[in-house]
T-cell receptor, first 116, second 116 residues
Framework: GAGVSQSPSNKVTEKGKDVELRCDPISGHTALYWYRQSLGQGLEFLIYFQGNSAPDKSGLPSDRFSAERTGGSVSTLTIQRTQQEDSAVYLC??????????????FGPGTRLTVL | AQKVTQAQTEISVVEKEDVTLDCVYETRDTTYYLFWYKQPPSGELVFLIRRNSFDEQNEISGRYSWNFQKSTSSFNFTITASQVVDSAVYFCALSEVGDSSYKLIFGSGTRLLVRP
C-alpha cells in the first residue's frame, strides 16, 4: 500500500519568504508527527496530531512555525519569514493510533528546505 | 530529562568486520521504548527494531543483533560480517510511555562507512 508522502521533495526559498510543506499520511493513520533533521540540531520533534485532540506543539522552535491537519488527514507545516537556520530536511511520520500503546511510526521521504 | 547519546560520530570498517554502534539513554519513565533506525544515502528512515523497557532479552535478526542493558541504560547494535550496503547513518531513539504523543527522541546518529 501507499506510504507516507511529502511534497515538495525539495524547496529553495529566499530568506523572509513563507513556505508550506505538505504531508499525506498513510490512510487510516490517526497520529501524525513532524520532525526536523538539521546539521546543527540532529533529528528533533516538532509537532504531533492525534485525531481531533489539540496538537502537541512543544517542539516548534518559534512562533514562525505552525501546522494544521485538515479533516484528520493531510497536514501542512508552514514556516513564515524563513531564516537560513530553517534550512533542514522536514520529515513527516504517521502511526495507526496514539493512546496507551505505542504504534510504529512510518516516515515519509522528507522535504529538503534550503533558505538562501 | 530524556536524552539519547550516540557518542560515535563516524565509524569506518572494512567489509566483513563486525561493528558495534553504541547508544546510551536517559529517562525518568519506568516504561519506555527504544529503537534503531537506518538512514541510507537515499535519506528515508528505515525502522530496524523496537524494544520495550520490560524486555531485556537480546535479539538477533540475521547479521544484526541488539544488546539491551537497563543497568547501564544502553541499547547497543552490532552488525556481524558488515557489508558495503550497511553504509548509512544509524539512529537510536527513545519513546516514553508517560508522554502520550510517543514522540521519538533521537540520538545524533552514527555514520557507518563499510569499505570494500
Amino acid at each position: 500500500g501507499a506510504g507516507v508522502s511529502q511534497s515538495p521533495s525539495n524547496k529553495v526559498t529566499e530568506k523572509g519568504k513563507d513556505v508550506e510543506l505538505r504531508c499525506d499520511p498513510i490512510s487510516g493513520h490517526t497520529a501524525l508527527y513532524w520532525y526536523r533533521q538539521s546539521l546543527g540540531q540532529g533529528l528533533e520533534f516538532l509537532i504531533y496530531f492525534q485525531g481531533n485532540s489539540a496538537p502537541d506543539k512543544s517542539g516548534l522552535p518559534s512562533d514562525r512555525f505552525s501546522a494544521e491537519r485538515t479533516g484528520g488527514s493531510v497536514s501542512t507545516l508552514t514556516i513564515q519569514r524563513t531564516q537560513q537556520e530553517d534550512s533542514a530536511v522536514y520529515l513527516c511520520a504517521s502511526s495507526s493510533s496514539g493512546g496507551s500503546t505505542y504504534n510504529e511510526q512510518f516516515f515519509g521521504p522528507g522535504t529538503r528546505l534550503t533558505v538562501l | 530529562a530524556q536524552k539519547v547519546t550516540q557518542a560515535q560520530t563516524e565509524i569506518s570498517v572494512v567489509e566483513k568486520e563486525d561493528v558495534t554502534l553504541d547508544c546510551v539513554y536517559e529517562t525518568r519513565d519506568t516504561t519506555y521504548y527504544l529503537f534503531w533506525y537506518k538512514q541510507p544515502p537515499s535519506g528515508e528512515l528505515v525502522f530496524l527494531i523496537r524494544r520495550n523497557s520490560f524486555d531485556e532479552q537480546n535479539e538477533i535478526s540475521g547479521r544484526y543483533s541488539w544488546n539491551f542493558q537497563k543497568s547501564t541504560s544502553s541499547f547497543n547494535f552490532t552488525i556481524t560480517a558488515s557489508q558495503v550496503v550497511d553504509s548509512a547513518v544509524y539512529f537510536c531513539a527513545l519513546s516514553e510511555v508517560g508522554d502520550s504523543s510517543y514522540k521519538l527522541i533521537f540520538g545524533s546518529g552514527t555514520r557507518l562507512l563499510v569499505r570494500p
